[in-house]
């Protein structure tokens, strides 16, 4: 794990996906297919999809690139389209800063399987708490 990717949260841990890249404006998170994020129909429940866009969009606009100074946003809106069903092991998601301001940031996302098919996308805006990141 890099020195910037902070530890897994509860909720993470619950869920199963991992940051595996975290930089200043962009997030990625792989989350194996377990059974058991399963809808009724046995694909992957569009909440999962949901939480794993918000989650790399916002940590995608709240990097400080230190874990102990923690940029923390509140998710004001979060839109997700869903394209498609995964295949293979496990899904991708990645987030990036597309703007934002002093107090408030706009960020999108997408969600490929290991095969590359876009599964969903995503368009989200957040409300920093505490401090803006430096030079905001």
Request: aromatic letters at 8%.
């Amino acid at each position: 794990m890099s020195d910037t990717i902070e530890a897994p949260y509860p909720f993470q841990e619950t869920l199963g996906f991992a940051i595996t890249e975290w930089t200043d404006g962009g997030c990625t998170l792989e989350q194996p297919l377990l059974g058991h994020l399963g809808n009724r129909y046995g694909i992957l429940h569009g909440g999962v999809h949901a939480t794993l866009l918000d989650t790399a969009m916002g940590f995608a606009v709240s990097y400080t690139g230190d874990p102990e100074q923690k940029q923390l946003v509140m998710t004001l809106s979060l839109n997700v389209s869903y394209l498609g069903v995964a295949s293979g092991e496990k899904i991708v998601a990645t987030g990036r800063k597309t703007g934002g301001g002093r107090s408030t940031a706009f960020a999108a996302g997408e969600i490929r399987d290991t095969e590359g098919n876009l599964l969903a996308t995503a368009t989200g805006v957040f409300r920093y708490r505490g401090n803006a990141p430096a030079g905001e």
